[in-house]
């Protein structure tokens, strides 16, 4: 009886692992770190079906708290991989992107009052285009750009996703005080994060910087 379970849970486990192959075995997963446990190609195939796994949406919707640190320079909006520090026009344009395995949900990079919310359309019809780093690579990119007058000036904070996407949520209204590391909202299944900020403005980040929101600086202030 002994023989015929060990065989048993063998085949169990062996077939497992070939309904799952090339993905991980649920036997293994809860073992893996989040790259692993979820790899991209599996990722990318549960949004083009439109059906995502109940395990990794939790992870994916995961909201840890945030210590902001001592001081008063601007802090990250959200956590990712800097990209771009590109300079237009006299602003510098922070472009952070984001994982699978991101928490997705952005903050405030300073204290102030949000001045507005703005939606941004997906065919350049408000007067941008490619040539903005965080826009290249999107052919119908849907935003939300939440503008903050601080003290110091103004900044402002974009929320970019796909027009596949399409999923953004942003907790503040214009009028609002907002402190520094405060939430602001969050991108469902997003890649991308815009600050603009003056490019007069020190910025003590650099282009291959991993960032977390509400921690990071953007300024050693």
Same mark, same amino acid.
């Given at each position: 009886?002994?023989?015929?379970?060990?065989?048993?849970?063998?085949?169990?486990?062996? !077939?497992?692992?070939?309904?799952?192959?090339?993905?991980?075995?649920?036997?293994?997963?809860?073992?893996?770190?989040?790259?692993?446990?979820?790899?991209?190609?599996?990722?990318?195939?549960? %949004?083009?079906?439109?059906?995502?796994?109940?395990?990794?949406?939790?992870?994916?919707?995961?909201?840890?708290?945030?210590?902001?640190?001592?001081?008063?320079?601007?802090?990250?909006?959200?956590?990712?991989?800097?990209?771009?520090?590109?300079?237009?026009?006299?602003?510098?344009?922070?472009?952070?992107?984001?994982?699978?395995?991101?928490?997705?949900?952005?903050?405030?990079?300073?204290?102030?009052?949000?001045?507005?919310?703005?939606?941004?359309?997906?065919?350049?019809?408000?007067?941008?285009?490619?040539?903005?780093?965080?826009?290249?690579?999107?052919?119908?990119?849907?935003?939300?750009?939440? +503008?903050?007058?601080?003290?110091?000036?103004?900044?402002?904070?974009? %929320?970019?996703?796909?027009?596949?996407?399409?999923?953004?949520?942003?907790?503040?209204?214009?009028?609002?005080?907002?402190?520094?590391?405060?939430? %602001?909202?969050?991108? !469902?299944?997003?890649?991308?994060?815009?600050?603009?900020?003056?490019?007069?403005?020190?910025?003590?980040? +650099?282009?291959?910087?991993?960032?977390?929101?509400?921690?990071?600086?953007?300024?050693?202030?």
């Amino acid at each position: 009886m002994l023989s015929i379970l060990i065989i048993a849970v063998c085949l169990v486990v062996l !077939l497992l692992w070939a309904w799952h192959f090339p993905h991980p075995s649920p036997l293994i997963r809860p073992f893996l770190p989040p790259r692993r446990r979820w790899p991209e190609a599996q990722v990318r195939h549960w %949004l083009e079906n439109g059906r995502v796994a109940s395990g990794f949406r939790r992870f994916f919707e995961r909201d840890p708290k945030r210590h902001p640190p001592p001081g008063s320079g601007l802090l990250a909006p959200a956590d990712g991989l800097v990209t771009s520090l590109d300079v237009q026009d006299g602003i510098r344009y922070v472009v952070i992107a984001l994982s699978f395995w991101d928490v997705h949900v952005q903050r405030s990079p300073c204290d102030g009052v949000v001045e507005a919310v703005e939606n941004k359309g997906d065919n350049f019809m408000d007067g941008e285009g490619r040539e903005f780093a965080f826009l290249r690579a999107k052919t119908c990119p849907v935003q939300k750009r939440v +503008r903050i007058r601080s003290s110091r000036g103004t900044v402002a904070v974009r %929320l970019i996703t796909s027009l596949a996407a399409r999923r953004i949520e942003v907790w503040v209204e214009a009028g609002e005080a907002v402190r520094r590391g405060q939430r %602001l909202g969050r991108i !469902l299944l997003g890649s991308t994060v815009v600050l603009e900020m003056p490019a007069d403005w020190p910025c003590a980040l +650099r282009v291959g910087q991993r960032v977390r929101a509400g921690e990071t600086k953007v300024e050693d202030r």
